[in-house]
């Protein structure tokens, strides 16, 4: 499984960015796909997920009620909508994808994307 994501960028602080993360390759055995952030001197932290077969969602508290994170199957696409950015969501956002797996270890997905920056100034 090969991921590609895209649509980050430079942001105001209360403003709105979508990221994109298409899947292609061996996509029919994803079992979930997610995002994850890693901002500059710290550790990837877990950010959304959905279980791909029946839309199922997990949310970090920090981003619970702002972020949205949905999927295209016919498209193998999977969004990440951030609203009411803050400054501590800069971060290179990363898309993952497991096929056996749902949930928040990042060790456990198994296929990684090349990351998209955003930044969100204050």
């Known amino acids: 499984v090969q991921l590609q994501a895209c649509g980050g960028g430079l942001v105001q602080a209360g403003g709105s960015l979508r990221l994109s993360c298409a899947a292609s390759?061996?996509?029919?055995?994803?079992?979930?796909m997610a995002w994850f952030r890693q901002a500059p001197g710290k550790e990837r932290e877990f950010v959304s997920t959905?279980?791909?077969?029946?839309?199922?969602?997990l949310y970090a508290d920090s981003v619970k009620g702002r972020f949205t994170i949905s999927k295209h199957n016919a498209k193998n696409t999977v969004y990440l909508q951030m609203n009411s950015l803050k400054p501590e969501d800069t971060a290179v956002y990363y898309c993952a994808a497991s096929p056996r797996y749902w949930g928040t270890d990042v060790e456990r997905y198994q296929y990684w994307g090349q990351g998209t920056l955003v930044t969100v100034s204050s």
């Open positions: 390759g061996r996509t029919f055995s994803t079992y979930a």
């Open positions: 959905i279980r791909w077969s029946v839309g199922s969602t």
